[in-house]
């Protein structure tokens, strides 16, 4: 049994089909029939019960067991390797908004602060909706983060350094711009610029905007 055989499993309890999943690795169909046979050995059990014509499978009641676990050994797997990757190269991955970073930045250079210690990282500038997706994903050994609300995941440890109001930025000259505070009722005449679908900037705009039946709209 290897890894290679997981992989095979895998693919096999989706497409039901050695000769498809033997197109799909660009293997020959007794490639996969001896994988599943290894797996089979090695579990002692029937992971499918197999069509006399060979052309379709169905999963047993083992495999159905081992299929739901299958994803979540390749998917540790995976980040396991990437971790070691990354240990080896001795870099800390840092996912690091370009909004965040700004504040940061500007914060601890207004303090005279030391930024040397940067160079230990290489940082990733992407948007907080896509840092977390690869934090997930296990290409990230940590990220900085922007959320609406308190972030739990089971993969993740996470801890919430401030909070910050969303603001909206208007010309001097604007009418608005002598206000102290608005809502969101008082804009819905206005043409937004919005950053994309990577921050969460634009989901607080849609949530708001899904209160006033989609009024506002972005330029």
Same mark, same amino acid.
């Given at each position: 049994?290897? !890894?290679?055989?997981?992989? /095979?499993? *895998?693919?096999?309890?989706?497409?039901?089909?050695?000769?498809?999943?033997?197109?799909?690795?660009?293997?020959?169909?007794?490639?996969?029939? /001896? @994988?599943?046979?290894?797996?089979?050995? /090695?579990?002692?059990?029937?992971?499918?019960?197999?069509? $006399? %014509?060979?052309?379709?499978?169905?999963?047993?009641? *083992?495999?159905? @067991?081992?299929?739901?676990?299958?994803?979540?050994?390749?998917?540790?797997?995976?980040?396991?390797?990437?971790?070691?990757?990354?240990?080896?190269?001795?870099?800390?991955?840092?996912?690091? $908004?370009?909004?965040?970073? @700004?504040?940061?930045?500007?914060?601890?250079?207004?303090?005279?602060?030391?930024?040397?210690?940067? %160079?230990?990282?290489?940082?990733?500038?992407?948007?907080?909706?896509?840092?977390?997706?690869?934090?997930?994903?296990?290409?990230?050994?940590?990220?900085?983060?922007?959320?609406?609300?308190?972030?739990?995941? $089971?993969?993740?440890?996470?801890?919430?350094?401030?909070?910050?109001?969303? /603001?909206?930025?208007?010309?001097?000259?604007? $009418?608005?711009?002598?206000?102290?505070? !608005?809502?969101?009722?008082?804009?819905? %005449?206005?043409?937004?610029?919005?950053?994309?679908?990577?921050?969460?900037?634009?989901?607080?705009?849609? *949530? !708001?905007?899904?209160?006033?039946?989609?009024? @506002?709209?972005? !330029?």
């Amino acid at each position: 049994m290897n !890894l290679k055989d997981f992989q /095979y499993f *895998q693919e096999l309890a989706k497409l039901n089909s050695f000769t498809a999943v033997a197109q799909s690795f660009k293997v020959s169909q007794p490639t996969i029939t /001896y @994988a599943v046979k290894r797996l089979e050995d /090695y579990f002692n059990c029937d992971l499918f019960i197999k069509d $006399p %014509s060979h052309r379709s499978v169905i999963l047993t009641q *083992q495999g159905q @067991a081992l299929a739901q676990h299958i994803e979540h050994i390749l998917e540790e797997v995976s980040q396991s390797k990437k971790e070691i990757e990354r240990a080896n190269q001795k870099v800390i991955k840092l996912g690091f $908004p370009p909004i965040i970073r @700004a504040r940061i930045l500007s914060q601890l250079i207004g303090r005279g602060a030391d930024l040397s210690f940067l %160079s230990a990282f290489s940082m990733v500038g992407d948007g907080s909706v896509d840092l977390l997706q690869e934090l997930i994903a296990g290409d990230l050994d940590f990220s900085l983060l922007g959320s609406l609300t308190f972030l739990e995941h $089971p993969k993740l440890v996470t801890k919430e350094l401030y909070q910050r109001s969303f /603001y909206i930025m208007v010309s001097e000259k604007h $009418p608005l711009a002598q206000k102290e505070s !608005l809502s969101f009722q008082e804009v819905l %005449s206005e043409s937004f610029i919005l950053l994309d679908e990577g921050h969460t900037h634009l989901e607080a705009f849609k *949530q !708001l905007n899904e209160k006033y039946h989609n009024q @506002a709209k972005v !330029l």
